[in-house]
Structures are given as C-alpha cells and as structure tokens.
C-alpha cells in the first residue's frame, strides 16, 4: 500500500476471478464458461472483422448490435445499452443508478463483484439474507432503498425467482431502480425483459459470456427504460466512447442472429446439467434446484475443500467459496458429458 493511494482505494477488496489455469488437459468447471463454444457464424463474422477496417474506430454506439439484441428481445434499439461484459455493464449501474442518498439492497449471498463495485464507487449498501433453503425471498426487501439487484439465477447458488414475485416487487418499489442481472437465465430462467415495457425503473443486465458462450470478447448489454439507458451512455462517455471493438460488434451481432446454434448448445448443457444433478444425488451430494450452467451441492459427510483438492490433484477445478454458510458447497460448472462423467468418476474414487 502507498502513501499515494487514495483513501477509496485503499479500503477496496478487489474481485478474486475464479483460477484460470493454461494447463489444456484440466477438466476446467469453475468458471461457469460454455464448453461448446461460440457459434461457427459469429467466429466466421469475426475472422472477416479482421482486416483493413481494423484501421478505423468502431461505431461508438454500436448502433447493428443494439439493433440485433433489440430485434432479438423485441424491443427497441433506444432500450439497449451495451458494454465491454455484462461486469463494466454493472459499473456503470452502480456509479450511474445506484448511487443514491439510501442503501442499494442486494442478497448476501450472491455475485460477489457487487460489494466490490459499491467500494469503488462508494455506494451504501445492505444485504439481506437468504433464506433457509438459499433462495431469495423478494419479501423481505420491502424497506427503504436506493436500489435493488440480484442475479437470476442467483449466482452462486443457481436458485431462481419465478417472475410473478419480480412483478410484485416491481410494482411494490417504484422509487427505486430494480437491476435483474440475467448472466445465467437462457438455461431455464424467464427474462424481465419483457416487462421493461411497463415498469420504467426495470432494467435487465444479460451477457454474451455465457449462453453464447463468448466469455473472451467481453460483451454485456442492459434493457430497459431510455431514462435509464441515458444515464448508462452518459457514464460511458465520461469513461471511454468506444466500449466495444470491431471485432467484438461483429461477432455478437453474428451470435444473437444464430438462433440455431444458441437453443441447441443451451439445451445440450441444460440436459447435461440435469444428468449431472442425477448423478451427484446418487453419490450423496445435497444439490440446490439450478436454473443455471451450474449446480451448487454439498456432501453431508465430506469437506468441500478436501474434495475440491482432491479434485485438483485429479485436474479437474471446480469452484469453492470460503464464506459463511456456503463453505461446504461446490460450485461445478456444467461441462460437456464426457467432462461431467469425469468428475463424477473422479469424485467416486474421492468419496
Ligand atoms: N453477473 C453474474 C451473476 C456473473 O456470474 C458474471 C460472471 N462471472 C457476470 C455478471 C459478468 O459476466 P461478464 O462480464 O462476462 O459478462
């Protein structure tokens, strides 16, 4: 620490991403990364990106991918806001929304990239307990507030909130801006996109990362109400005009028009991830409901930390949080089958 830091950032606890290990043969399912890979379009769409127009700037509206998520979502181009991942998104959000006189009010458990957003950009918050069976009980955020967000799924735990109780909480709250971080929703959630139309303080995050499986380009976008949006570009062009590249434009416009190959590798992990949760149950393991590319599980009888080095020596990383009330759980990403049949052979030798 330097006498020349500033006392804001002196009092950050950075984000610890998960281990991103070089190694090709690990069996790697603690990212929550996409096995299967971006769509064949949108790497040809990127390789033909790639070429003397490199020369000159991007669209800084990037105005073709606002208009293919709008197509895709139908709504309006004038309701997209996009950015370098669904995480520069969420910056955005805390510095340009939910910096508000009261307390922003977000589940303890969850991303943990929020508190980390809120020290930066001193942002009061609070955070309400799930609930005994982990999910998030949208009740008990009847309180003053200046803002609310979750994920859906709620990361990391998988659990979802069925859309009815966003309403009710949507029509309860609306002072405050309501955030729905959607990272993990196309493997079994239903958007709120759909009610942005109506509630002008809903705004939807979603990411390519995940679904289309283009965690390395970094591409994000919100929807919602064009007040709400307007604050997002205006805190963008405070920080930098062009948040997405060429290359990044041209390979999520190509990846949200293959609709195809986005509903085949969706349901190829949904049904991978159903298979897993079977064989999990069967080895003993307590397994949360997931509504994600994740499951979220303990062993009543092993440690959790013991079985992920345990793991580890086998190559295969899964995810393990060192926080209260979750530290005996694993977080496992769901891989292709012949990864996922790794780990559960591998956790039999272990167990
Ligand atoms: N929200 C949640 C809940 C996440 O788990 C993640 C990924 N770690 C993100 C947002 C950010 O994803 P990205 O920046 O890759 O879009």
């Known amino acids: 620490m330097s006498r020349f830091w500033s006392d804001v950032v002196k009092g950050l606890t950075p984000y610890v991403p998960g281990e991103q290990p070089k190694l090709a043969n690990l069996v790697k399912l603690n990212t929550n990364e996409n096995p299967y890979g971006p769509s064949p379009r949108a790497l040809e769409a990127i390789r033909a990106a790639t070429g003397e127009s490199l020369k000159l700037y991007p669209d800084p ?11 895709y979502h139908g709504i309006g181009a004038q ?49 309400i307990p799930l609930a005994n069976d ?4 949208l009740g008990d955020y009847a309180k003053p507030n200046g803002g609310i967000i979750f994920p859906n799924p709620n990361a990391p735990t998988g659990c979802l909130v069925p859309l009815v109780e966003i309403e009710r909480l949507l029509q309860s709250n609306p002072d405050s801006v309501v955030v729905i971080d959607e990272a993990y929703v196309d493997f079994g959630g239903e958007s709120a996109i759909s009610l942005t139309a109506r509630y002008p303080n809903l705004l939807v995050v979603q990411t390519l990362s995940k679904s289309r499986s283009l965690a390395g380009l970094r591409v994000g976008f919100a929807v919602g109400h064009v007040d709400l949006i307007e604050a997002l570009e205006r805190v963008k062009n405070s920080f930098n005009s062009y948040p997405l590249d060429r290359l990044a434009i041209a390979g999520a416009v190509a990846a949200i028009e293959d609709r195809e190959y986005f509903d085949k590798t969706c349901k190829a992990v949904i049904a991978t991830r159903e298979k897993l949760v079977g064989d999990l149950k069967a080895l003993g393991f307590e397994v949360l409901p997931s509504a994600a590319n994740f499951i979220f599980a303990r062993h009543p009888q092993h440690d959790a930390q013991e079985s992920a080095l345990a793991l580890r020596r086998r190559s295969i990383i899964v995810r393990h949080f060192k926080l209260p009330r979750i530290e005996q759980f694993l977080r496992i990403t769901v891989g292709t089958d012949e990864q996922c049949d790794a780990l559960v052979a591998a956790l039999k030798e272990i167990l």
Do not use: M, W
Request: one cysteine or more; proline letters at 5%; a negative charge.
């Open 61 to 71: 509206n990037a105005e073709q991918l606002k208009a293919a998520i709008g197509k």
């Open 79 to 127: 309701n997209v806001f996009v950015g370098n991942g669904s995480d520069e998104v969420l910056a955005h959000i805390f510095l340009g929304l939910l910096k508000q006189s009261r307390p922003i009010l977000f589940p303890d458990i969850s991303y943990s990239f929020y508190p980390v957003y809120c020290g930066l950009y001193q942002v009061d918050f609070e955070t």
């Open 134 to 137: 982990f999910s998030i009980r």
